[in-house]
T-cell receptor
Framework: GNSVTQMEGPVTLSEEAFLTINCTYT??????LFWYVQYPGEGLQLLLKATKADDKGSNKGFEATYRKETTSFHLEKGSVQVSDSAVYFCALSPGGFINTGTASKLTFGTGTRLQVTL | NAGVTQTPKFRILKIGQSMTLQCTQD?????MYWYRQDPGMGLKLIYYSVGAGITDKGEVPNGYNVSRSTTEDFPLRLELAAPSQTSVYFC????????????FGDGTRLSIL
């Protein structure tokens, strides 16, 4: 079956530090890959996505590249801010950009808590 | 534009009680989902629906029931609450399957004592 493995947290960084959160996946075919962010007391929000190999998703200074050869989708940001403190979830959806009539059952990683300090 | 709205935000139940978690979306999405989030475990899919009148089990459906009588609403029912159901519950919706992102509500924190 499908699975997503994320690096365990918490990750504590000083403001303006470089961030990497590792994510690797196991899936058949050509899944779509996502990063979601959860701020305290809120639901998950889509941060970025990539739907095929070598695609780079980007948003709010965060980037992740879909690497099929290493089955990875690592999240990076060049300079984190205190406001980036949150839990980050890597997720995959099987089947790519297809309206199959069946719901896209997201498989989530366990989440990585990021804390950024001044 | 409310998106996905869940009620209540918090609830404490006694063992054996029942309750319904409400979820409604105003984006005219066909696909709706219920997840539970346990500490350090990520999100697990409980039930999902591909349209009004159609529901199916996810990864952890035992102890729960759902219905989908309208496009907008997707309530989750706990019939006999058990301590193992203490969790944070999230409802989500999406327009399409596959690469289309899911939109999440703010969650319901449920404690069973």
């Amino acid at each position: 079956g499908n699975s997503v493995t994320q690096m365990e947290g918490p990750v504590t960084l000083s403001e303006e530090a470089f961030l990497t959160i590792n994510c690797t996946y196991t899936a058949t075919g050509y899944p779509s890959l996502f990063w979601y962010v959860q701020y305290p007391g809120e639901g998950l929000q889509l941060l970025l996505k990539a739907t095929k190999a070598d695609d780079k998703g980007s948003n709010k200074g965060f980037e992740a590249t879909y690497r099929k050869e290493t089955t990875s989708f690592h999240l990076e940001k060049g300079s984190v801010q205190v406001s980036d403190s949150a839990v980050y979830f890597c997720a995959l959806s099987p089947g790519g950009f297809i309206n199959t009539g069946t719901a896209s059952k997201l498989t989530f990683g366990t989440g990585t808590r990021l804390q950024v300090t001044l | 534009n409310a998106g996905v709205t869940q009620t209540p935000k918090f609830r404490i139940l006694k063992i054996g009680q029942s309750m319904t978690l409400q979820c409604t979306q105003d984006m005219n999405h066909n696909y709706m989902y219920w997840y539970r989030q346990d500490p350090g475990m990520g999100l697990k899919l409980i039930y999902y629906s591909v349209g009004a009148g159609i529901t199916d089990k996810g990864e952890v459906p035992n102890g729960y029931n759902v219905s989908r009588s309208t496009t907008e609403d997707f309530p989750l029912r706990l019939e006999l609450a058990a301590p193992s159901q203490t969790s944070v519950y999230f409802c989500a919706s999406s327009y399409l399957a596959g690469a289309e992102p899911q939109h999440f509500g703010d969650g319901t924190r449920l404690s069973i004592l």
